[in-house]
């Protein structure tokens, strides 16, 4: 098992239990305990978790991985949601999308879908986002038009932010707004790690019609550093099954529709 699927293993391990015990996790991954030992150590020092003695436990609040760790991530999860998500473009309308492994499916779902053809040799869906992942992934794609906001680009994401995606975004109507958060709960809403992609995704959402907020179930009832929006200004999440009755029920009772693929 190469080092970033430890680190996924271990984080979902995490996420599942709330604590780490390195033998447990050695027996789990079929690794050794001094493998488990240097992963938690950098996984620490990235403040993704707090080392204990004799293992690891969860921070109160969630933090970033770079995208190229999170991709293995809950991947049957995310394809479900994005199915779901993708069925709620509208053949002609303008979808905003930001950075993230679940919006990238998003992206993917919303490509291959066989009544969005084109017509009349304009495109079915304009794609509005500023995610050079999703950009470059959807630009082959003759019934998508992409429109890709300029910007300071950030590894950990592949996600554009600054006064160049801001004056993008502010100049643009959206039908909808499908946005991939850190974290969302009933208090603090949708939030994210970085106060800059926080502020691009506010953004998009309050030129959007409706927003959409999709986020598997271990991203439920957890706060992230920064606001991207309040829970009213959410119109659906999209999560998946693991999240049962009791789990969702402040979104609903907050009148958010919400859809567990």
Not at 61 to 71: A, E, F, G, I, V
Not at 109 to 126: C, F, H, K, N
Request: charged residues 25%; proline residues 3%.
């Amino acid at each position: 098992m190469k080092r970033p699927e430890r680190w996924n293993a271990l984080l979902d391990l995490l996420t599942r239990d709330g604590r780490i015990d390195v033998e447990e996790a050695a027996a789990e991954l079929a690794v050794s305990a001094a493998t488990i030992r240097r992963d938690l150590d950098e996984l620490a020092q990235q403040q993704m978790l707090t080392r204990t003695r004799g293992g690891a436990v969860a921070h109160n609040l969630s933090y970033d991985l770079p995208l190229r760790y999170k991709t293995a991530r809950r991947a049957s999860e995310k394809q479900r949601i994005a199915a779901a998500a993708a069925r709620m473009a509208e053949p002609g309308s303008i979808v905003g999308l930001n950075g993230g492994t679940t919006t990238t499916e998003v992206a993917r779902a919303i490509s291959t879908r066989g009544d969005l053809s084109t017509t009349g040799g304009g495109p079915a869906v304009t794609i509005v986002t500023n995610a050079l992942n999703i950009a470059s992934e959807l630009a082959v794609r003759p019934q998508v038009k992409i429109v890709l906001t300029g910007g300071v680009a950030r590894p950990q994401s592949f996600e554009l932010m600054g006064p160049l995606a801001t004056g993008v975004l502010a100049q643009v109507s959206l039908d909808l707004a499908i946005l991939g958060v850190d974290a969302v709960d009933a208090v603090q809403g949708a939030t994210a790690h970085h106060e800059g992609e926080a502020s691009i995704n506010h953004l998009m959402a309050g030129r959007a019609a409706r927003v959409v907020v999709v986020a598997d179930s271990s991203k439920l009832g957890r706060r992230a550093f920064a606001r991207i929006c309040a829970l009213d200004e959410i119109d659906v999440l999209i999560t998946d099954t693991g999240a049962d009755g009791e789990l969702v029920a402040p979104y609903t009772e907050a009148g958010v529709r919400v859809i567990r693929a």
